[in-house]
């Protein structure tokens, strides 16, 4: 059983950064594909950015140039960086694990807010 708890969220201005922490336990963040979703209030979830094993990280379009996600692997964490936050990026931030694109088990996380307003 992998479990995921996230951190990091909180109030930010337009234009600020925060930096999400999800900290795993279960498993190995690298042999897992990690990744970042957000849900907004009235809207679907939606894929921010994963990571392959540690590697190869993939982006939304939206959040490109803007957010980072990495991983370390000493104590078994994967971060979200995001800078330039905009209103559009408030949301309820989950951490997600999963074997492979092609599991059908997926592990979350409970979230954690992030708020962006002047």
């Known amino acids: 059983q992998v479990h995921l708890v996230e951190s990091g969220g909180g109030l930010v201005q337009p234009g600020g950064s925060l930096r999400l922490s999800c900290a795993v336990s279960?498993?190995?963040?690298?042999?897992?594909?990690m990744a970042w979703y957000r849900q907004a209030p009235g809207k679907s979830r939606e894929l921010v950015a994963d990571?392959?094993?540690?590697?190869?990280?993939n982006y939304r379009d939206a959040v490109k140039g803007r957010f980072t996600i990495s991983t370390d692997n000493a104590t078994n964490t994967v971060f979200l960086h995001m800078n330039k936050l905009q209103p559009e990026d408030a949301a309820v931030y989950l951490c997600?694990?999963?074997?492979?694109?092609?599991?059908?088990?997926?592990?979350w996380g409970r979230g954690t807010q992030v708020t962006v307003s002047s």
């Open positions: 990571i392959i094993n540690g590697g190869h990280a």
């Open positions: 997600n694990a999963k074997r492979s694109y092609f599991s059908a088990t997926h592990y």
């Open positions: 279960g498993s190995r963040v690298i042999d897992h594909i």
